[in-house]
């Protein structure tokens, strides 16, 4: 049996040069358990984003329009984490 607990944090980044824009921190959370079924065999169990985390993944920082704005506005673009996701794997050397 083997099992492992993985923490990930990024602090607060910075997105401009002039260190007046930065994102938040983000902190997540990863479990694994596996089993040796036999000498060439495993099964383990993967939890991503253990605590459903509402987190950004990736920030940035430029100017965009939606349509119907007259002028583009400069702001923090984001893409979010991926909710808690769970992965099984079977392993087999031959």
């Given at each position: 049996?083997?099992?492992?607990?993985?923490?990930?944090?990024?602090?607060?980044?910075?997105?401009?040069?002039?260190n007046?824009?930065?994102?938040?921190?983000?902190?997540?959370?990863?479990?694994?358990?596996?089993?040796?079924?036999?000498?060439?065999?495993?099964?383990?169990?993967?939890?991503?984003?253990?605590?459903?985390?509402?987190?950004?993944?990736?920030?940035?920082?430029?100017?965009s329009?939606?349509r119907?704005?007259?002028?583009?506005?400069e702001?923090?673009?984001?893409?979010?984490?991926?909710?808690?996701?769970?992965?099984?794997t079977v392993?087999h050397?031959?």
């Amino acid at each position: 049996m083997q099992s492992f607990l993985n923490l990930r944090y990024f602090g607060p980044r910075v997105l401009v040069e002039d260190n007046s824009v930065k994102s938040h921190s983000t902190a997540l959370t990863n479990a694994r358990i596996g089993y040796a079924v036999d000498r060439d065999t495993r099964v383990s169990l993967d939890v991503f984003n253990l605590f459903n985390r509402r987190a950004t993944d990736s920030d940035y920082y430029y100017a965009s329009r939606l349509r119907g704005e007259a002028t583009a506005v400069e702001d923090v673009h984001y893409h979010p984490v991926e909710p808690r996701t769970f992965r099984m794997t079977v392993t087999h050397n031959f």
